[in-house]
Nanobody, 125 residues
C-alpha cells in the first residue's frame, strides 16, 4: 500500500509560481509512474502531467505545456510539480497519483492505483 502526501499549495497572484511536492511511502517508489491531477471548483478531475519510472519521460496536458514541469527524485521518494506563469483558471485541488502502469496510462486514461488527498492552489486575478 502506497501513501501519498502532497504539499506546497496556497494562494498566489496571477503570473506567479508555486512548487508542489508529493512524498510517497509504503512502496517501491521507483517502480511507479507518477502523475499530477487537478479538480477545479465545480468541474471534473483532469490530468495535468505524468512522469515515467526513471523520470526520463514526461507528458503534459495542453493547457499547462510550457508553464508546468513535472520531475521526480527517486532517492527522496518525491515527485514535484513546478508551476510557473499561473493563471486564475489553474485554481484547483491538485492531487498526486501513482500507477503501476506506464506514464502514458496516467496521461491518456487517468489510470492510477493510489491517490493523495490533495492540496489547494488558488490563483488570484
Amino acid at each position: 500500500q502506497v501513501q501519498l502526501v502532497e504539499s506546497g499549495g496556497g494562494l498566489v497572484a496571477a503570473g506567479g509560481s508555486l512548487r508542489l511536492s508529493c512524498v510517497a511511502s509504503g512502496g517501491t517508489f521507483s517502480t511507479y509512474a507518477m502523475g499530477w491531477f487537478r479538480q477545479p471548483p465545480g468541474k471534473e478531475r483532469e490530468v495535468v502531467a505524468a512522469i515515467g519510472w526513471s523520470g526520463g519521460a514526461t507528458d503534459y496536458a495542453d493547457s499547462v505545456k510550457g508553464r508546468f514541469t513535472i520531475s521526480r527524485d527517486n532517492a527522496e521518494n518525491t515527485v514535484y510539480l513546478q508551476m510557473n506563469s499561473l493563471k486564475p483558471e489553474d485554481t484547483a485541488v491538485y492531487y498526486c497519483a501513482a500507477s503501476s502502469l506506464s506514464y502514458r496510462a496516467i496521461r491518456y486514461s487517468g489510470a492510477a492505483d493510489y491517490w493523495g488527498k490533495g492540496t489547494l492552489v488558488t490563483v488570484s486575478s
